[in-house]
């Protein structure tokens, strides 16, 4: 019995988290709820009345569930603790100046990349995404670049672990791709999406490091596949890295890894 007294605390944990996730992805009901989690409509019920009672989330008058501003500013914080997205902030500026084009900052969750910083192209026709947004690791050139530079045990036990989806017609199909692109993508210096995650939307991207030369995170320039043929890519990619090299700079590194 003291065995199971430990682990009920744990999984009403995940079950807490796993609905907030739910919650982040938009409002959902009681009832849509129970259902994607697996558990009795009472038992969701009281795991939400806690949530509320928490300032997590908020219930709508149509009785839908929704996450407050709450998490969104535990999040900052977090992001505020690691001084990337405002140190980064004035180098993707500057590319954003230079190529007109959105700029992403990115680190990596898991087998994911999340985005902590978005400079807004110009251009009526731009990216969509948003700060806090997730994608798998082997979809992006942000999350190539984070997966090519890590060290190698750390690199085959994320890809190992991958479940690969093809979303797109580009997008790599297994842990051997993968591993060939990855390759590549460290001899080249720099990582691209080609329509493998979203279509018509063409990436680049390079990685940043701190002091001690070890990735941390990337950073990217998107943009409709239309536009891309107008750019020099030799220049396009000079600019790049240099944004990528002047955050890394402010984190001490000389040498990237």
Not at 57 to 63: F, S
Not at 120 to 142: C, F, I, K, N
């Amino acid at each position: 019995m003291a065995h199971e007294s430990r682990e009920a605390p744990v999984n009403a944990v995940y079950k807490a988290f796993a609905i907030l996730e739910m919650l982040g992805e938009g409002a959902a009901s009681l009832t849509d709820i129970s259902r994607r989690i697996g558990m009795p409509k009472s038992s969701a019920s009281r795991f939400l009345a806690s949530l509320v009672d928490l300032g997590a989330a908020a219930k709508t008058d149509n009785g839908d569930f929704l996450l407050t501003a709450k998490l969104f500013s535990l999040g900052a914080q977090g992001l505020k603790a690691l001084e990337l997205a405002p140190t980064a902030l004035p180098f993707m500026r500057e590319l954003c100046a230079k190529t007109s084009e959105t700029v992403h900052l990115a680190v990596q969750s898991e087998r994911s990349v999340v985005y902590l910083q978005k400079v807004d192209s110009p251009h009526s026709l731009r990216m969509h995404s948003h700060v806090g947004y997730q994608a798998p690791l082997y979809r992006t050139a942000l999350g190539k670049c984070l997966l090519a530079w890590l060290d190698e045990d750390r690199r085959e036990a994320l890809i190992q672990a991958m479940e690969f989806v093809r979303a797109m017609p580009n997008t790599l199909a297994d842990a051997d791709a993968l591993r060939a692109h990855l390759a590549l993508v460290r001899g080249q210096g720099y990582a691209c999406d080609n329509e493998e995650n979203e279509e018509s939307v063409i990436c680049f991207g390079a990685p940043v490091f701190n002091w001690a030369s070890q990735v941390i995170a990337a950073i990217s320039v998107s943009m409709p596949t239309f536009r891309f043929q107008k750019y020099d890519k030799d220049i396009l990619l000079r600019d790049l890295k240099e944004a990528a090299q002047g955050i890394s700079a402010a984190y001490g590194c000389r040498k990237p890894g």
